[in-house]
């Protein structure tokens, strides 16, 4: 058995911040969120992984490095188009041979992990994919899967018509008939993309039509596909929710309550905490109310002001807020917030493009 997890894509719909970062990086709940996606691969015994990443990016390579941190290898392949996430398969089949693996979106966040819908793929040994599904209350964003008894009768990409509230994820187990599948599907124009896409639906309906059996594995828990910035946030959220309190730092004259994480060389002086929270090493957070479901990444400052329900990438300072409080947001690498006393009193923003930046009346 082996995996392909995919490490790819552009990102678009979460600029700026993957201007300068893969979005397979981006921390939720404190730990980027490919790291959580290999985690739970390697927690089925998988001992080869082929991560799918960008044509010439370096940033995942040097990240993740060999494999080893995780006893396992990694094998780098690069998509040097957009042209599908169904494409890495052709790139990586003379890796794969005739062996069943996985494929994961490297952006899709699942709780529980893998091991029950794995076991369950194993005993649908006739099956030629097991995709994992879920139910969704607007099947008409999604493609879907029609079922019964448990195997697959039609897969429809964003029906217009109700005909399944059953969600495919972009996580599969697949066995050899998906290569004859990849070889005689053709990519297809997506929205408003002007390259053809190799996209999940096409391979699985080739294998429907000639006959070969598709089952699938109901999601129990939660599943996010953190491809917008309040997926991000929700999925943070989810998160936190299993945080487990340990504390490597200090807290002096401070309030805390519920369950948090403190990174080492922490220190929380004269603030409120309310977790869950997640606040990772060298942060320094005074003055300070930090309310539930908000994880702050290492080398972060967070003085004279108040955050909730949020994402706090590495390095970035918010100062002197208090009168303002920061909540459902995604705050990126090195940003730097802060209240502006002098006069004329004004807004004073440098922003990005493509953000999102909202001013309360």
């Known amino acids: 058995m082996k995996a392909i997890i995919l490490a790819g894509g552009r990102g678009t719909r979460l600029r700026p911040i993957t201007h300068t970062t893969n979005k ?27 991560i799918n990443i960008n044509h010439n990016d370096k940033e995942i390579r040097e990240y993740l490095g060999d494999g080893s941190k995780w006893g396992v290898k990694f094998i780098y392949i690069e998509q040097a188009i957009p042209n599908g996430m169904m494409y890495p398969i052709i790139i990586a089949k003379d890796i794969l041979g005739d062996d069943d693996f996985l494929l994961h979106a490297g952006d899709n966040i699942l709780s529980g992990g893998l091991k029950k819908y794995y076991e369950e793929f194993l005993k649908n ?16 964003r999604f493609g879907v899967a029609v079922v019964a008894n448990g195997i697959v009768i039609k897969t429809v990409e964003k029906p217009k018509e109700f005909v399944s509230d059953l969600a ?10 998906i290569h004859q599948a990849m070889q005689n599907v053709e990519p297809v124009i997506l929205g408003n993309s002007s390259i053809p896409e190799y996209y999940p639906p096409l391979a699985h309906q080739w294998l429907i039509d000639h006959k070969f059996k598709v089952t699938v594995s109901e999601c129990t828990g939660w599943w996010k596909d953190t491809g917008k910035p309040e997926d991000l946030i929700a999925a943070n ?12 730092g200090e807290i002096i004259d401070s309030h805390v309550e519920g369950r948090i994480f403190l ?6 002086e004269k603030s409120t905490i309310r977790g869950p ?48 409080r920061i909540d459902s947001s995604l705050i990126g690498y090195n940003v730097n ?24 009346n």
């Open 168 to 177: 495919v994820t972009g996580i599969y187990f697949y066995r050899k008939p």
């Open 237 to 248: 959220h989810l998160v936190l929710e299993s945080l487990e309190t340990e504390i490597n």
């Open 337 to 360: 917030i802060s209240a502006k006393h002098d006069k004329p009193k004004s807004l004073n923003l440098i922003v990005g493009d493509n953000s999102d930046v909202r001013i309360p």
């Open 263 to 268: 990174g080492r060389n922490t220190r929380i």
């Open 125 to 140: 040994s006739d099956a030629a994919a097991h995709l994992l599904v879920t139910k969704v209350p607007n099947p008409e």
């Open 277 to 324: 929270v997640y606040i990772g090493d060298s942060c320094i957070i005074k003055n300070a109310y930090i309310g539930p479901f908000t994880s702050i990444s290492e080398d972060s400052s967070i003085v004279n002001s108040e955050v909730e329900n949020s994402i706090i990438m590495r390095g970035s300072k918010i100062t002197e807020l208090a009168d303002t």
């Open 24 to 50: 397979h990086l981006i921390p939720i709940g404190g730990k980027p969120m490919i790291e959580r996606v290999i985690n739970d691969v390697v927690e089925l015994g998988i001992k080869e992984i082929i």
